[in-house]
């Protein structure tokens, strides 16, 4: 794929390579992901190509990608085809395999990639964390220079703007962060929550994970197998394994029920619930069926105050969820066009700040010859005065056309963010200040 | 005065309504703008009311709850103020539009009915009826502020029950709260609307020996407290759970809002202050 030869419009040169989740299975992405030493390397290796300037890597379990900086852009590009991707497998040169982006558009999928847009459970929230642990790595290797460094912050705020300014990271998605979120809806702190799980399976396992991440006071599990209810155990050892028989009364104390048994029959009854109900009369009972067949009679669910759930109501629970957090993509792109127009504005001051010093320097120059050649007429207690008076003159003077060349730094979303009529402007800037003869002479 | 007073009767409602408006900003679409100004707008809507109320006590020399108008919006101040100290207290505004929904209806419903000359009876001179309406308009207060709990918890109630998850779902406090929220306002309402009732037994048997008990105002009153009575003992006593006392907690206000409107302008003369 050949790189594209200009970049008119004045955009950031930059180019991405990559490779996620939609491009390449899990075979491939496996073999082209970068840990620890590995990811040092590849960038100390990068930089030492001519071609490259500044390098990042973002490295997780659903892509790969690499941010470059190019000196020279085609080189840039090789060097990272090759060096992050077909030195590891080389049919990545497959089509499909891997895309690549270019200045603003390289800039607006990373700052998609850290609010979660881009990831395969839209809006996780893990990839901004592991974006700072990748832009932590490339500062220690010394790849990210100051283009790199302000893309990755803007990509930080526009992750964790899109987090606290939207949904798009809210409600559970998965069946263990569902039964937190049910009960978070029902009891006032999972702190409280006394948690019994029947069965010892991966789901029991999975469920039991967040709610141990979320601070349940207790756990207890009873299995029909000991062997698998130490296994259990071993994996959170704060969980207290009980004999299946006991099951009954631990229902009676627990808040959070949740049953995943490969049991044929139901292993609670409603008059089994009822009668659990009835030991705890105000208090709710939030009973979380995940077998299939059912573990828990169906009828338990018309009890006052027990609220019974299956795997098809946890299903509907994390469409609703998905679906929600899919409604708030436009407002998070909102956020992102906002980020990247300051990214953009960054980047033009970064153009047009040598062209103001070189008028600055060009005007300094003219005033001290102008300056020294009338300065002795004058006597010699005027001189401070005179060198004060011409220097504010020329301050004034400059003020305007190098704000004007700057464009409005700092005023969000006002100046024209492609800019296309930068690099004609800087070009009369120029001109009109014959910094090109200044440069030549 | 009384254009002032003519004009913020007019204002109240719909500030109240656009602070309502404001907080389905806040619960509907999470809007940022909305949830930076729908407290300071609240709060200084309740600062002109309470300013409205300590006029209409200057300029008529009385404690201003003469009218059903004035008792409405004596309530609906009461269930704001409430609110606003429930929010600031617990950083919870995801009930504030249902609640400052209910404030509105309130006080458009007082200033709908407000009459320019509130009447000016010999007793609403003395100290006792300050306390005994006092004592009523406060327990009415809690009561509406029990119901708009009760009716979220309901919702939510609903929504965990059965599976469907409704709008209501993940924007509100969790059940328990909502449950422990609207027994507190119950109990509150309970012990004022008590306070009420004995203050104003005493105070109308010493002034007019018994012809009193037999007015439909007081009978239907006496059956809301008999209502919140059952509900709060039943709750007490473990056999009602957090459905059964939300519901009798709404039907407490059909019974509240009948015997402030319905009874007041249709059935009795001899308490129709409020």
Redesign the interface.
């Given at each position: 794929m050949p790189p594209r030869p200009s970049n008119p419009a004045q955009e950031p040169s930059l180019i991405l390579v990559g490779t996620d989740y939609r491009c390449s299975p899990i075979e491939v992405r496996e073999k082209v992901a970068y840990h620890g030493t590995e990811s040092e390397d590849l960038l100390i290796h990068l930089l030492a190509r001519p071609g490259i300037e500044e390098a990042f890597l973002l490295s997780t379990c659903n892509r790969t990608e690499v941010y470059i900086r190019p000196r020279d852009e085609d080189e840039a590009y090789k060097a990272a085809v090759e060096l992050t991707f077909l030195r590891r497998v080389p049919e990545m040169e497959k089509p499909g395999r891997l895309y690549v982006k270019r200045n603003g558009e390289a800039a607006r999928h990373l700052l998609g990639v850290a609010s979660g847009l881009e990831s395969m459970v839209l809006g996780e929230p893990e990839i901004l964390g592991q974006i700072k642990q990748s832009a932590a790595l490339a500062e220690t290797v010394g790849a990210s220079g100051p283009t790199v460094r302000r893309l990755l912050r803007s990509a930080g705020i526009a992750g964790a703007r899109s987090r606290q300014?939207?949904?798009i990271s809210?409600?559970a998605v998965s069946l263990g962060y569902a039964v937190v979120?049910?009960s978070?809806?029902?009891?006032?702190g999972l702190e409280n929550c006394r948690v019994l799980i029947l069965g010892a399976g991966e789901i029991a396992r999975s469920v039991a994970r967040p709610l141990v991440e979320r601070g349940a006071c207790e756990i207890k599990v009873a299995n029909r197998s000991a062997e698998r209810a130490k296994k259990f155990q071993e994996e959170f050892p704060q969980a207290v394994l009980i004999p299946f028989e006991e099951r009954l009364s631990a229902v009676r104390e627990a808040e959070v029920v949740v049953a995943s048994t490969g049991a044929e029959e139901p292993i609670l009854t409603r008059k089994q619930l009822k009668e659990a109900m009835k030991a705890r009369?105000?208090s709710?009972l939030l009973v979380v069926d995940l077998g299939v067949p059912r573990n828990v009679e169906p009828a338990a669910?018309k009890i006052?105050?027990l609220?019974l759930?299956?795997v098809?109501?946890m299903e509907?629970?994390i469409q609703?969820n998905l679906r929600k957090r899919k409604e708030e993509v436009p407002r998070v792109q909102e956020i992102i066009e906002e980020e990247l127009t300051q990214f953009r504005i960054w980047y033009r001051n970064l153009e047009a700040e040598p062209v103001v010093a070189q008028i600055q320097k060009q005007a300094e120059k003219i005033r001290q010859q102008e300056i020294a050649a009338v300065l002795d007429r004058f006597p010699a207690d005027t001189h401070p005065d005179l060198v004060r008076l011409t220097r504010s003159l020329v301050r004034k003077i400059l003020h305007h056309p190098s704000t004007q060349i700057r464009g409005s730094r700092g005023s969000r979303g006002q100046t024209d963010p492609s800019g296309s009529h930068d690099s004609s402007r800087l070009h009369l800037v120029r001109e009109l200040f014959r910094l090109d003869d200044e440069d030549n002479g | 005065m009384t254009i002032l007073l003519d004009v913020a009767n007019i204002l109240l409602p719909l500030f109240y309504l656009g602070a309502a408006i404001s907080y389905g900003f806040v619960f509907f679409a999470?809007h940022?703008v909305a949830n930076r100004v729908t407290m300071p707008a609240l709060r200084a809507t309740v600062v002109l009311h309470l300013a409205m109320l300590v006029a209409l006590a200057v300029h008529h020399g009385q404690f201003p709850a003469a009218t059903v108008s004035q008792a409405l919006s004596i309530v609906a101040f009461a269930v704001a103020v409430v609110y606003v100290f429930v929010e600031w207290h617990g950083r919870e505004r995801s009930t504030g539009f249902w609640m400052v929904s209910l404030v509105f209806f309130f006080q458009l419903l007082a200033s709908l009915f407000s009459r320019p000359n509130p009447p000016d009876r010999e007793i609403f001179h003395d100290p006792f009826f300050g306390l005994h309406v006092s004592l009523a308009l406060l327990g009415y207060a809690a009561f509406v502020v029990a119901a708009g709990y009760a009716f979220l918890f309901l919702q939510?109630y609903r929504d965990?029950?059965t599976?469907?998850?409704s709008m209501f779902?993940?924007k509100?406090p969790?059940?328990?709260?909502l449950e422990?929220m609207m027994i507190g306002a119950l109990s509150v309402g309970f012990i004022t609307l008590t306070g009420a009732v004995i203050s104003g037994a005493v105070w109308a048997e010493r002034l007019y020996e018994g012809a009193w008990m037999h007015d439909p105002k007081i009978l239907v009153t006496f059956a809301t407290w008999a209502l919140y009575a059952v509900a709060l003992t039943l709750?007490r006593l473990?056999?009602w759970?957090?459905?059964q006392t939300a519901l009798a907690s709404l039907a407490g206000l059909g019974a509240i809002l009948f015997s402030l409107m319905a009874v007041n302008f249709f059935f009795t003369d001899f308490h129709g202050f409020l």
């Open positions: 300014e939207t949904a809210a409600g979120e049910l978070r809806n029902i009891f006032s009369p105000t709710p669910g006052e105050n609220f759930h299956t098809d109501s509907l629970l609703r | 999470s940022p939510l965990l029950k599976g469907r998850f779902y993940g509100l969790p059940l328990e709260v422990r709750r473990r056999r759970k957090g459905r």
